[in-house]
Each structure stands twice: as C-alpha cells, then as structure tokens.
Antibody, heavy 119, light 113 residues
Framework: EVQLVESGGGLVQPGGSLRLSCAAS????????MHWVRQGPGKGLVWVSR????????TYADSVKGRFTISRDNAKNTLYLQMNSLRAEDTAVYYC????????????WGQGTMVTVSS | DIVMTQSPESLAVSLGERATINCKSS????????????LAWYQQKSGQPPKLLIY???TRQSGVPDRFSGSGSGTDFTLTISSLQAEDVAVYYC??????????FGQGTKLEI
C-alpha cells in the first residue's frame, strides 16, 4: 500500500525549532518529487515547500523562506522539514504529499502532523 | 503569484442533484507548449487529508467515481458532481500548478446536503 506517515509535530514556543518527518512506503521514494503543504486551524491549504527526487533542488513559499529547510534521505525513504524561528502563524497541520508521476500535482497525501506555536 | 478564487464559498445541494463549483485563476494556467491546463481539484472530508479528484483540469484520478467531472480552460474552471451522494459532503479546493515556484489553492468551497 502506498503510504506517507508524518511525525514530529507538537507544541513549541515562538522562536523555537521543530523537525518534521514523513516516512514513505509502498513506492520507489527516490523517483518522486515531494512537497509539504500546511493547513491552519479552520483554514485552507497552503503550499510550503518542494524537493526534487535526488534532493538537489528545493523551493519554498515566501512565508517560510530562510526559516524552513526541506530535505530527504532516499536510503531511509524519509522526507524532512526543519522549521526554525517558528511564529504563531506557523501553527497548522503539516501534510507531506507526493507529486504524481507525470501529473505534476499531489496524488498521495499523509494524514498530517499538528504543529502549535504558542507560549 | 497566481490567485485562485472559488465560488460559491458554500453550497447546499439535495441528494441526487447536481453540484457545481467554480474556480477562477488570476492568470491563465494553460501551458501553450503542451495544451494542458495546470489545474487540479481536491476533496477534503472532515478530519482527513485532501484527496486528488481531477488533474489537468479534466482528467479523473484513478478510482474517482465518474459522477465527478472537471471542465474549463485558461482562467475559468468548473467541478461538477452530477448526482450528489451523501459521501460527497466535503470541502473542495482547486489548485494551480502552472507556477512551480508557488503552487496556490483556492479558498475552498464547503458542500453540504
């Protein structure tokens, strides 16, 4: 079964850091570009970041540029999001998503992990 | 950035009736070199992650019932559910992937019975 499972969310103080992980299974992880998308409480979907299949190219939304770092370990079939200098407005459910083969958009999503930034 | 605007924000439709959701992009998402519209539709049920329904504006994802269809080109798009079922209650989002530096979603349309 194709699956993405996020972990690492939790409560963190403003200015703090957190690293999210996304474990992939059921497909050849190293063949696919991967993304992070977040959803604030009661709000819509916001794309955060993407990484290409070998990790050599990354892109970020302006709202997280310079604070978040996306990376991957293809040997471990795992995607990461290192989040630094966290702000209250980063509070959200964070989803990892696979960019489908030749469809350029997100065909598989994880269940999400909640990040709460609060003092 | 390409801004995606959905209408209506919420919609109530009777079981078995047609539901129509509109999505407008601030600039064309039609890529002329391959004649594809970089527009997708997602369904998000309460407490669940989004699920891809439609990509390339009108191609149904594998396993999606054929009562769901997408249409439109350029800047104006529509998601149609031909005969609403109880399990279709959800929030629906359009998304452009024409601009790979900034994927953007519509604000969502809440569909109720």
């Amino acid at each position: 079964e194709v699956q993405l499972v996020e972990s690492g969310g939790g409560l963190v103080q403003p200015g703090g850091s957190l690293r999210l992980s996304c474990a992939a299974s059921g497909f050849i992880f190293s063949n696919f570009w991967m993304h992070w998308v977040r959803q604030g409480p009661g709000k819509g979907l916001v794309w955060v970041s993407r990484i290409n299949s070998d990790g050599s190219s990354t892109t970020y939304a302006d709202s997280v540029k310079g604070r978040f770092t996306i990376s991957r370990d293809n040997a471990k079939n795992t995607l990461y999001l290192q989040m630094n200098s966290l702000r209250a407005e980063d509070t959200a459910v964070y989803y990892c998503a696979r960019e489908g083969w030749q469809i350029s958009t997100f065909d598989i999503w994880g269940q999400g992990t909640m990040v709460t930034v609060s003092s | 950035d390409i801004v995606m605007t959905q209408s209506p924000e919420s919609l109530a439709v009777s079981l078995g009736e047609r539901a129509t959701i509109n999505c407008k992009s601030s600039q064309s998402v039609l890529y002329s070199s391959n004649n594809k519209n970089y527009l997708a539709w997602y369904q998000q049920k309460s407490g669940q992650p989004p699920k891809l329904l439609i990509y390339w504006a009108s191609t149904r994802q594998s396993g999606v019932p054929d009562r769901f269809s997408g249409s439109g080109s350029g800047t104006d798009f529509t998601l149609t559910i031909s005969s609403l079922q109880a399990e279709d209650v959800a929030v629906y989002y359009c998304q452009q992937y024409y601009s790979p530096l900034m994927y953007t979603f519509g604000q969502g349309t809440k569909l109720e019975i």
